[in-house]
Every structure is written in structure tokens, then in C-alpha cells.
Antibody, heavy 123, light 108 residues
Framework: QVQLQESGPGLVKPSQTLSLTCTVS??????????WNWIRQPAGKGLEWIGR???????NYNPSLKSRITISVDTSKNQFSLKLSSVTAADTAMYYC???????????????WGQGTLVTVSS | EIVLAQSPGTLSLSPGERATLSCRAS???????FAWYRHKPGQAPRLLIY???SRATGIPDRFSGSGSGTDFTLTINRLEPEDFAVYYC?????????FGQGTKLEIK
């Protein structure tokens, strides 16, 4: 059974770059046709899809964040990563990674998810 | 982007009762590309329903999804203690995919 686990710094200074990694266990990322996603939830607000990547490196990003996002994959480590540049307090959120098996243009539903990691942007 | 409005914000019920959660989309969601998730504190969100009415693997038949167009419903029969959590709806008919704000199901 595939499981996902997020990791990374819990505190990032304003204007810096937020970096998170999602480690996939219980199966190879390259097995099957899947996309690997990042989703976030600011405190008291709804969930927001950030972007996704497949094992060939093909990406889709949310237009609202596209200019600041980079998602990459390392299949040798069974990991994928998120970099979000020029962060502000508005980027403080719980960040989740998740898998989907949708088409190349957009995600479908997400299953499974990681437990999430809280990132606070503060000086 | 499509905005999803969930109601009620909080639902207080007792174990054994039936819960009805609603989600309304700002425009019609094509082909019923609609999902529901349950999220317990400190745990990973879990997929319950996809394609508006199909149960995900391992989800008991107490959970059912219905609806089309702009109005979708998640019904949970015979509430069990583990069902008290926050529930989110999601549409994936249009890019970017979007989620509702959540309905908190609490023990009365």
C-alpha cells in the first residue's frame, strides 16, 4: 500500500524559498501512470491545489501560483519536491502531497495523501 | 475557477444517525467529476467518493454520494465514532481543480 510523507523546514523567512519533499513508500513512483501532487491549506481556509508532476518530469501548475512554483522528481529516491519562491505570510499553511491518476492536462481525485507538514512564514 | 460552497459549516449529530452534507458549485461540473474526502485531525485526508457516486476502495456502503450539475450530496448512514471529522468536496471537471471549505461533523 503506497504511503506518502512530507518533510521540510517548519519555518521559512519572508521573501525566501520554501522547500518540501514528499517521500513515497510501499511502491515505486514509476509503477503505473500516476501524477504526484502538492496541495496546501492555510489555517481556517480551504484546500488549494498547487501543482503536480509525473515521473517523466511533466508538470501542471495552478495558474495562481505558477510564477513562484517549481516541482521536481527524483525517481531514484522515490521522492518529489516543491519549491515556492518569494514567500509571504499568506503562504503559511499545512502542505500535503498526494497522488492522482488523471490525464495529462489536469488532476482528478487524490488518493492517497500524506499527513501534511505545517510551514510557517515568519521572520 | 469553480467555487464550491459546502453546507452546513458544522453539523452536530449522534452516533447511529444519518448525516447529509451538501456542496454547491458556482457552475455546472462536467461529467460529474466530483469527489468527497474525510479528514481527521493529524491524519491524511481520505478519499471517500469519486465520480460523484462511486465509493473508493475500502469505503463502507454507509457512505453514498449523489447529485449532478451544481448540487452534490454526501450521505453517511448509521454514524460511527470514526465518522466525526471534517469533510471536503472537490471538483475535477475544470482546471484548476478546487475544493470546498469543509463541513465539520461533530458529536452532539
Amino acid at each position: 500500500q503506497v504511503q506518502l510523507q512530507e518533510s521540510g523546514p517548519g519555518l521559512v523567512k519572508p521573501s525566501q524559498t520554501l522547500s518540501l519533499t514528499c517521500t513515497v513508500s510501499g511502491g515505486s513512483m514509476s509503477s503505473g501512470t500516476y501524477y504526484w501532487n502538492w496541495i496546501r491549506q492555510p489555517a481556517g481556509k480551504g484546500l488549494e491545489w498547487i501543482g503536480r508532476i509525473d515521473t517523466s518530469g511533466s508538470t501542471n501548475y495552478n495558474p495562481s501560483l505558477k510564477s513562484r512554483i517549481t516541482i521536481s522528481v527524483d525517481t531514484s529516491k522515490n521522492q518529489f519536491s516543491l519549491k515556492l519562491s518569494s514567500v509571504t505570510a499568506a503562504d503559511t499553511a499545512m502542505y500535503y502531497c498526494a497522488r492522482d491518476n488523471g490525464g495529462s492536462w489536469s488532476p482528478v481525485y487524490f488518493d492517497p495523501w500524506g499527513q501534511g507538514t505545517l510551514v510557517t512564514v515568519s521572520s | 475557477e469553480i467555487v464550491l460552497a459546502q453546507s452546513p459549516g458544522t453539523l452536530s449529530l449522534s452516533p447511529g444517525e444519518r448525516a447529509t452534507l451538501s456542496c454547491r458549485a458556482s457552475q455546472s461540473v462536467s461529467s460529474n467529476y466530483f469527489a468527497w474526502y474525510r479528514h481527521k485531525p493529524g491524519q491524511a485526508p481520505r478519499l471517500l467518493i469519486y465520480a460523484a457516486s462511486s465509493r473508493a476502495t475500502g469505503i463502507p456502503d454507509r457512505f453514498s454520494g449523489s447529485g449532478s450539475g451544481t448540487d452534490f450530496t454526501l450521505t453517511i448512514n448509521r454514524l460511527e465514532p470514526e465518522d466525526f471529522a471534517v469533510y471536503y468536496c472537490q471538483q475535477y471537471g475544470y482546471s484548476p481543480v478546487t475544493f470546498g471549505q469543509g463541513t465539520k461533523l461533530e458529536i452532539k
